[in-house]
């Protein structure tokens, strides 16, 4: 039955064109140029004291928030634009499914309930948006919103957090404010231990 369908379908069509030549290795190569590769910043992190490679630019304070597109519990996209006129803090994490990246969210949450509406926390990681939304539920997440780069897969190397070694995301606190300048940033050097909360803390004061 696909079979005489699918004559079918192609009978009703025109004849086709007669097919371009195809373009040489030269041509092709030229018409789609490779991309070009992040940097690799070498050692940036250790995981358990195993150096890691980071890659992408390092963010500095004082620069420009970087653009980003993450996907949400929801599967709706989630972009840096939405948070125009917000304090952000980005909380990331390798995956909520381990117990210090828990903690670094549970941590957030309550300390969200202390902080005016203007401030949004997003938690970001690579893990689907189904099992953050599981975890969310589970720990009474409410005031932290959580993540995926799951499918666009570029707020890793725009942020310099993806580590090349494991594909998931390296430990960092970005925090921007209203107008969307970084005020402050830490990668944290062992990827096993917990941010400076009181750091990012002072710094969405600072901004509020």
Do not use: W
Not at 59 to 68: K, S
Not at 176 to 191: I, N, Q
């Amino acid at each position: 039955m696909v079979l005489f369908l699918g004559l079918g379908a192609c009978a009703s069509q025109p004849e086709p064109a007669p097919a371009a030549p195809a373009p040489t290795p030269a041509a092709s190569a030229s018409a789609t140029p490779a991309a070009e590769a992040p940097p690799e910043r070498t050692g940036a992190v250790t995981m358990r004291g195993q150096p890691l490679t980071l890659l992408g630019t390092a963010v500095e304070v004082g620069a420009h928030m970087p653009e980003f597109v993450l996907t949400g519990n929801d599967l709706a996209d989630l972009s840096s634009d939405q948070y125009q006129g917000k304090v952000l803090v980005l909380s990331v994490v390798p995956s909520v499914d381990t117990g210090v990246c828990a903690l670094q969210t549970r941590t957030f949450n309550e300390k969200a309930s202390e902080l005016s509406d203007d401030v949004v926390i997003l938690t970001v990681s690579m893990d689907l948006p189904f099992a953050q939304k599981r975890f969310c539920g589970a720990e009474g997440i409410e005031r932290v919103v959580t993540a995926s780069d799951y499918k666009h897969r570029d707020f890793g190397t725009h942020f310099g957090v993806l580590i090349k070694e494991l594909g998931l995301l390296a430990r960092a606190v970005f925090v921007v404010d209203r107008d969307g300048t970084v005020r402050h940033v830490e990668y944290v050097a062992e990827v096993s231990q917990e941010p400076d909360y009181d750091a990012a803390l002072s710094a969405v004061q600072a901004a509020l």
